[in-house]
C-alpha cells in the first residue's frame, strides 16, 4: 500500500527539526547563517538568489 506524504506535513517537520538544531548551536554561542556564492551572471541564477533572499 502507498503512502501519501504531504508537503507541507514534510516541510512543517522539517522546520520544527531545523529550529532545534538551531536553538542547539545558539546555545553553543554559534550564530547560524547562510552563505550564497554565485559565480557568473546568468539571469536565472540571479532571480533565485533574489528569491532566497
Same mark, same amino acid.
Given at each position: 500500500? #502507498?503512502? /501519501? =506524504? @504531504?508537503?507541507? &506535513? *514534510? %516541510?512543517? !517537520? #522539517? +522546520?520544527?527539526? @531545523? /529550529?532545534? $538544531? *538551531?536553538e542547539k548551536l !545558539? %546555545? !553553543?554561542? /554559534?550564530?547560524? +547563517? @547562510? %552563505? /550564497? *556564492? $554565485? *559565480?557568473?551572471?546568468?539571469? &536565472? &541564477? =540571479?532571480?533565485?538568489? $533574489?528569491g532566497a533572499l
Open positions: 500500500m #502507498a503512502n /501519501i =506524504l @504531504l508537503g507541507k &506535513d *514534510v %516541510a512543517d !517537520k #522539517a +522546520t520544527e527539526l @531545523l /529550529i532545534e $538544531r *538551531v !545558539k %546555545a !553553543k554561542g /554559534i550564530e547560524p +547563517t @547562510l %552563505a /550564497i *556564492v $554565485r *559565480v557568473g551572471e546568468n539571469e &536565472d &541564477d =540571479l532571480s533565485y538568489e $533574489r
